[in-house]
């Protein structure tokens, strides 16, 4: 019977070793699809620079990871590709997640599984990007010399 006990003992220690080790570290999984045979950078911010974290190979599919056993800091990171072509990333607490996109339309194209952070902050960057054209658009009306005072007043507002 105490034989049982230690064998349970020990197989639920090992889970819970397995299952915590599991998420230490980082992996970030991309998939770029018109990228192939080259080298991606992970890059962080500090202050108003950028330095290197990870490079990883990008394989002939397009598919990449960038992965390490340390934890990297939180904030804003950038994903590096060739032509100093670049994209930001969110790095909170949860450092495990992938994302996928095209060269052809890098942002736009851009989706992410398991990072909401991130999910959420692109939508923010295409409502803004979709409010600034609206307004341009307004601002040249504004500009227009056959506009009436009351058409003036109701762009403004």
Known sequence: MILKKLFLLFFLAGILTVNGSAFTGYRIELQINGLQDTVSYLAYYFG???????????DSQGHFVFEGEDRLKPGMHMVVLPGNTY???IVDNNQHFSL??????????LTFSNSPENTAFYEYIETMQSLNKELSVMRKKLE????????QMRLQE
Do not use: H, M, W, Y
Request: overall charge negative; proline content about 3%; glycine content about 4%.
């Open 144 to 151: 227009e010399e056959s506009l009436t005072p009351d058409e």
């Open 48 to 58: 108003e620079r950028q330095f290197l974290k990870d490079t990883a190979r990008v």
């Open 100 to 109: 996928s996109t095209s060269t052809d339309n890098l942002i736009g194209d």
């Open 87 to 89: 994209f930001e990333i």
